[in-house]
């Protein structure tokens, strides 16, 4: 349990050198704390700062009166400030020694050092922002691209929240109507009819399911996928990572066993975080250093989101293909890469297997620049199956989000059946009231402190 009646303090920049370094203290001692330590030329103090203007002046050690750094000093005016209570920031120079040493200072004077997480943490308990909001704070921290910082974006400015909040009110609504059918059935009271009451549940699990459509594209953008390079020796796969890395990072040579370790690389694809996973070329050999190779190919193919399955069109599609096809299952996704189309580009894959025709395909000569483009554009469709949000629609990508979204369109689903299986309307409030309290978990009303910790430790020191 966070202690609200602590002021708190951190380094809330980056560690490491910077032009500028931010120490953040917030709470109700957090001007007095900081007047302290603070001289202004000019005889201001930071207790009779106004809101949102800054002071200029120095941080001086009363140990010695020694000058530690010229600083900046903000205001925030509670309840209008990042965490909702007084918050006063030191803008001082950017290195960790003056940086730690303010830290000293505040603390001396009274303030605790905040734990991860913790200045969020309040902004959420004195209801500042809701639970996906806090969450958002950290996927935006965390964004590999600039797709998925505007899905984090869009979900801070609580655009889920929002969401979240009406169809928990609609329930509710709903649940009142059941009540009064409950305690007062035969009184002259507005009831609601069985078809209405079908009609607003159908609407409030649409409104849901139409939530849940757009949020496998927000998951993908917030984590990423895991594309691995696989198949036999010398197909080209390094070939393949490099062209979609335009790097040489991987070493190419015309002799097959060449990759012996795996190379993981992260690319941005279209805004896709795209953790991108070379392999040692799969066949049996006597080669000890290759045999583990291999099998970490084959780990990796497990792990594997989507499979970019190499072939190469002078031999065609072997036994050793087959041996490979035969690792991946109905769950991988998978793009087929007809290699080396330069020396034989008659080949069109025929001599695949009935069952596996049906994967895409792209027909490459990876000497040429071009098909690097058609591979990134089957692996986007791939992806996106076709279906591109608009990304202003994207604010739900979290895994935890996803789950009480599923879980109380299913509550809905099973009141609905409960309605049509002729049920009271006691049996069905308990899945109504059931599918409100699961809504909560998303902004944070129903959950437990267990879960609030867990959250917020996942955060970094000063956010
Ligand atoms: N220097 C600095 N920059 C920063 C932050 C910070 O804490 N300090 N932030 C920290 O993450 C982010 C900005 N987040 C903030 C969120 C809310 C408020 C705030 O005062 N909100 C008031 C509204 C103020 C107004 O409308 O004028 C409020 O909600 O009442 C301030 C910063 C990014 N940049
Ligand atoms: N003609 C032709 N050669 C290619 C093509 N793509 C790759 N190569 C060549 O094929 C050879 C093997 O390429 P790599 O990328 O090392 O193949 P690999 O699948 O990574 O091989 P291992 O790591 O040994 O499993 C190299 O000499 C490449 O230059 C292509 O489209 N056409
Ligand atoms: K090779
Ligand atoms: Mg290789």
């Not at 691995?228 to 010398?234: D, L, Q």
């Not at 002078?314 to 991946?328: H, K, S, Y």
Request: proline fraction near 3%; aromatic fraction near 4%.
């Amino acid at each position: 349990m966070v202690n609200l009646e602590d002021t708190i303090a951190a380094i809330a920049t980056a560690p490491g050198e910077g032009g500028i370094g931010i120490i953040r203290v917030s709470g109700g001692e957090a001007k007095k704390i900081v007047d302290n330590l603070f001289v202004s030329p000019k005889g201001k103090k930071v207790i009779h700062m106004v809101p949102y203007q800054m002071l200029y002046g120095y941080i001086v050690d009363k140990t010695d009166g020694a000058m530690v750094d010229e600083v900046l000093v903000a205001f925030m005016q509670r309840p209008h400030s990042f965490t909702g209570e007084d918050v006063v920031e030191i803008h001082s120079h950017g290195g960790m020694v003056v940086l730690q040493k303010i830290l000293g200072l505040v603390l001396k004077e009274g303030a605790r050092l905040a734990e991860p997480g913790e200045f969020t943490k309040r902004a959420f308990i004195n209801g500042r922002i809701d639970l996906s909001q806090a969450e958002a704070v950290i996927d935006l921290i965390r964004a590999q691209t600039d797709a998925a910082a505007k899905v984090a974006a869009n979900q801070l400015q609580g655009k889920l929240k929002q969401h979240i909040m009406e169809i928990r009110q609609q329930l509710l609504q709903v649940l009142a109507y059941l009540e009064a059918e409950i305690d007062f059935p035969d009184e002259d009271i507005e009831h609601l009819t069985g078809i209405q009451l079908a009609n607003r549940l159908t609407q409030i699990r649409e409104r849901l399911n139409d939530l849940l459509a757009r949020s496998r594209q927000g998951k993908i953008l917030r984590e990423g996928i895991r594309v691995v390079i696989a198949g036999k020796p010398n197909v080209g796969k390094s070939s393949l990572l490099n062209a979609l890395l335009r790097d040489r990072r991987a070493i190419v040579t015309d002799i097959p066993g060449t990759t012996r370790d795996v190379i993981e690389e992260v690319l941005n694809l279209g805004g896709v975080p795209v953790r991108l996973v070379d392999t040692a070329g799969i066949r049996e050999t006597k080669d000890l250093v290759e045999q583990l190779g291999v099998e970490k190919s084959k780990e990796w193919l497990e792990k594997a989101d989507v499979v970019l399955f190499v072939i190469n069109s002078a031999t065609g599609f072997n036994i050793e293909d087959a041996e490979i096809a035969r690792l991946l299952s109905s769950r991988h996704q998978v793009l087929l890469i007809i290699n080396k189309q330069d020396l034989k580009p008659e080949y069109k894959g025929e001599d695949l297997p009935e069952e596996l025709q049906h994967w895409p395909r792209v027909y490459t000569s990876l000497l040429q620049e071009e098909d690097t483009r058609k591979v990134e554009q089957a692996l986007l469709d791939l992806i996106w199956q076709g279906k591109v949000v608009p990304s202003q629609e994207l604010f739900l990508s979290n895994q935890r989000h996803i789950s009480a979204l599923e879980k109380a369109a299913g509550q809905l689903e099973s009141a609905l059946a409960a309605y049509q299986a002729g049920m009271p309307a006691d049996y069905l409030s308990i899945d109504i009231r059931g599918a409100w309290e699961t809504l909560g978990e998303i902004s944070g009303e129903t959950v437990g402190e267990d879960l609030l910790d867990l959250i917020f430790s996942q955060f970094c020191i000063g956010k």
